[in-house]
């Protein structure tokens, strides 16, 4: 069974911060987006992370298959990642998490 603590934490953390970020941020998510785009550095950089988000997305979709769960169960977590990469996979893995322990703890009660 996994363990939650780190992937939520890691969760609370990052949203945390991109919400703090995002608040005081003097430009909208797009204009930032393009910005880092316009250059060739910073373009490298979000491609790269993209193709890691792709990589997390097909993950997440091929272990909900193998959990019995449908495609459609995963779509706001490719959402999540299609905007904020790295929140999507990180809350599929809190939600995972805390689905497989409540599995665990049905499984004992139904024991005793």
């Known amino acids: 069974m996994m ?4 992937p939520l934490t890691a969760l609370l953390a990052f949203t945390g911060y ?9 430009q909208s998510l797009i204009d930032f987006g393009i910005s880092l785009m316009s250059r060739p550095d910073t373009a490298q950089v979000v491609i790269d992370l993209y193709l890691l988000a792709t990589l997390a997305g097909i993950w997440m979709v091929k272990d909900a298959r193998s959990r019995g769960q449908s ?3 995963v779509l706001p ?4 990642t299609a905007v904020f990469v790295s929140i999507g996979p990180l809350l599929y893995l809190v939600v995972r998490g ?3 322990r409540r599995k665990a703890v049905e499984k004992c009660s139904q024991i005793l």
């Open 3 to 6: 363990s939650i603590a780190l």
């Open 18 to 26: 991109t919400v703090s970020v995002m608040l005081k941020a003097e």
């Open 71 to 73: 495609v459609w169960s």
């Open 77 to 80: 977590y490719l959402l999540l």
């Open 98 to 100: 805390v689905r497989e």
